[in-house]
């Protein structure tokens, strides 16, 4: 197994807090673009760093689509969790939101979706977020 890039770890857990607060925050006060990005940009993060760990190339895969499809091709058990909430939008290759969803309780699923797969990766990956720190 490659060695982790533990910055990159780090920023997927940077991006989760970042999010988890905002969705803490009173609901008139949540900025749902924001946590929308944040949610997909760390579950993008969390699947390349994935990838990398089991050494596959993923510098051809454009969307988070693809990367989605790769990474279940490389771990079948992750048809368990529900990415089809990813679907709400089209986001081009440098993840910058078109058309994030901006209902609270989607961009809710999402973030739901991000906590159990960076659990679920994390620990398949035998990462500790206390080693990171």
Known sequence: MKALNPNLIKEVLHDYDAA???LNRPAHDVVTHSVCHLTRK????LLQ????????NFSEIDSMEKLVYKSIAVNPSLVRFDFSILSCSHLPSQ??????????EKVSGCFRLLNSLK???LDEMKVSKEKLE
Do not use: A
């Open 49 to 56: 760093v994935y990838l990398i760990s089991k050494k596959i």
């Open 95 to 104: 993840d910058i939101p078109v058309n994030c969803c901006m209902n609270e």
């Open 42 to 45: 760390s579950i993008r993060t």
């Open 119 to 121: 659990n679920y990766l």
């Open 20 to 22: 988890c607060e905002e």
